[in-house]
């Protein structure tokens, strides 16, 4: 058997079943330029990463994924590779800013004009002018600092990856929904995306107000 021909479906349950180390090396092998590359793109927004940083994240990332006898990938039920895909990056992606709120990083972007989130989320990266995406970035670092300056509340992580895995990585409010963890029906990701959508038009659009007092 070749573990390069497996499906995702088939490599996950081999992966769970077995301790197989070429089942495993396949798993790093497919995986580890995804887990690694959104690490370094979250790294890069705040310091200049090293190595060292880089590989203990990507090693933080994977050992968030085998916690609780890798409960994460047991429960992860998806017909789309897509959004297996969209799952890890959530999962890298939450590594990172976890590691920097722990350093109290409370760097803001600003001086960005408002613009409309879902011309954001349908913007990709690679096919975007560099103006344009640099534009993009200051604009979602300035939602990801709102965002993460809400008062907590029981459901406060679960509306952060429910946003993220939308706005950032572009999966569908029915993929999100399927995903584990989520706990909401499609009506209610959509819910929760448009309150936090309103949250942060709102915030957006008293940001100039603000910088002009010098508040």
């Excluded at 887990?35 to 310091?47: D, M, S, T, W």
């Amino acid at each position: 058997m070749d573990p390069r021909k497996l499906s995702l479906q088939e490599l996950l349950r081999l992966c769970l079943e077995s301790q197989d180390k070429a089942i495993w090396f396949e798993f790093v092998r497919r995986f580890q330029p995804l887990i690694a590359g959104v690490v370094l793109k979250r790294i890069r927004r705040r310091v200049c990463p090293t190595p060292g940083l880089v590989d203990d994240l990507v090693q933080d990332t994977y050992l968030k994924l085998c916690r609780n006898n890798f409960r994460a990938l047991r429960e992860f039920d998806s017909q789309h590779e897509n959004a297996f895909f969209g799952f890890l990056k959530v999962v890298a992606d939450r590594v990172v800013c976890d590691y920097f709120r722990s350093k109290c990083n409370d760097k803001h972007g600003g001086g960005a004009d408002e613009e409309d989130l879902d011309s954001i989320a349908a913007a990709s990266a690679a096919s975007t002018h560099p103006g344009k995406a640099l534009e993009r970035e200051i604009i979602m670092d300035e939602v990801a600092c709102f965002l993460q300056s809400q008062p907590p509340h029981p459901n406060h992580t679960r509306d952060l990856t429910v946003f993220w895995l939308y706005y950032r990585h572009g999966l569908t409010a029915k993929a999100i929904s399927q995903l584990p963890g989520i706990g909401l029906e499609v009506k209610g990701v959509e819910s929760t995306l448009f309150r936090l959508v309103r949250l942060i038009k709102e915030h957006m659009a008293a940001s100039p107000r603000k910088r002009a007092s010098g508040e």
